[in-house]
């Protein structure tokens, strides 16, 4: 008796993701909820869709500092890791009977922030080549990009600058899984005016 062989089926093509509050419930478990009753990270007046029309919990919106295009929301909700430290400066007190160091100062450095994507054509078999057209833009931009994430909101992100990108092989034609490496940007000014005295005061 034969096998059945769901990879070689499928042959390399994604199934749309399913529904993330399905009908049947276990009794064990309380019902999470209809879609309607769906809401994202943060309350906001628009909860937004994947391309499958699934609700996204923390949605991204991209676009250049210096361009004139809206924001671009990402077709498929990406996965969103960020890393934070603190820079500390430390000095050794030599012949020291006590341990570690005097640590003098702190400063926050810049978070670092891991952007995981794909994007996949719900309709056909195609390469998502205009997606990927417009996620080069972005990549290869040299300039800061404004973001509008939930996530990002909590920590008062609202640009990036994106320092390395890869794009890694993706089983089936119509797929291609995406990764950007990050970090924050905040809006400095290093001339002061005399309206303005203390604004960003490095």
Known sequence: MNEFDLNRFLNGHVLPPLPPYPKATDPGYAKAGDYDEATPLMATERIEVTQFGTPQAAPLKMKLSNGTAD???????????ISGKN?????????SKLRGSIKERWSQDDYSISIQGLFTNKDSFDYPEDDMKRLRELCEAKDTIMVLCPLFEILDINRIVIESYELPFTKGEENQN?????????????????????????
């Open 71 to 81: 924001y671009w929301l990402l077709p498929c909700e990406p996965l969103i890791t």
């Open 178 to 202: 995406w990764t950007i490496q990050a970090i924050s940007d905040d809006d400095w000014d290093l001339l002061l005016s005399i309206d303005n005295p203390v604004k960003n005061v490095l």
């Open 87 to 95: 820079i500390i400066a430390k000095r050794n007190v030599a012949k």
